[in-house]
């Protein structure tokens, strides 16, 4: 889940933060109404020399040279 938290909203996010989604997304696939809030406790600085980040990284350093592109465009 923290990979996708990465690949689909550029989050660099910690396990703890990709627990808390999947909680949050199996409350709406049960039918909680109304809004569900997220707070992600923890950030990834200290995966990125892990497995779990190893992937991603090249995701995030992707969405920073796009950032960086279209800051300048603008």
Do not use: H, W
């Not at 709406?28 to 406790?41: D, K, L, Q, W, Y």
């Not at 020399?49 to 040279?65: D, F, G, H, N």
Request: aromatic content about 4%.
């Amino acid at each position: 889940m923290v990979r996708r938290l990465v690949e689909s909203c550029g989050l660099l996010c910690g396990i703890s933060s990709g627990s808390i989604l999947t909680g949050a997304l199996r409350l709406v696939e049960n039918g909680a109404r109304g809004t569900v809030a997220m707070i992600f406790p923890d950030r990834g600085e200290k995966y990125l020399s892990t497995a779990l980040y190893q992937q991603p990284v090249e995701v995030l350093k992707r969405i920073i040279r796009e950032a960086k592109e279209n800051a300048v465009a603008a």
